[in-house]
């Protein structure tokens, strides 16, 4: 099952952008002050959400991603380029690839 997610551009360039696993497992106990270790670990590395600021460089193919705010503070005040591609109303790019060398890629349409 595919992700789902939100992403905001404003005319400015200003982005928010929300993503979630597709399946995430709910607290066994309804209160999210009362998770467990586990139940907190999965909530956050179930989700990525981050805003800021965002430039496109047409030339080189490359959009970058000035980030203010982020769930994981250390993207915070980052700067964080990616290859992209823009085709028939998607938007794709390529991520920083993770720690086991797969390379997420992000793919966003358009909703006028």
């Known amino acids: 099952m595919q992700n789902k997610g939100l992403l905001l551009i404003d005319s400015q360039g200003h982005y928010s952008l929300q993503i979630f696993k597709a399946e995430r497992p709910q607290f066994a106990s309804g209160d999210k002050g009362a998770g467990t270790p586990a139940e907190y670990k ?57 720690p086991n060398g797969d390379v997420p890629i992000s793919v966003w349409r358009r909703v006028d």
């Open 42 to 98: 999965e909530a956050v590395m179930g989700s990525s959400t981050h805003f800021g600021t965002i430039s496109v460089g047409p030339v080189n193919g490359t959009l970058t991603v000035h980030v203010e705010n982020a769930s994981f503070p250390n993207w915070e005040g980052q700067s964080q380029k990616r290859s992209y591609e823009l085709k028939d109303g998607e938007l794709s790019y390529r991520v920083t690839p993770r």
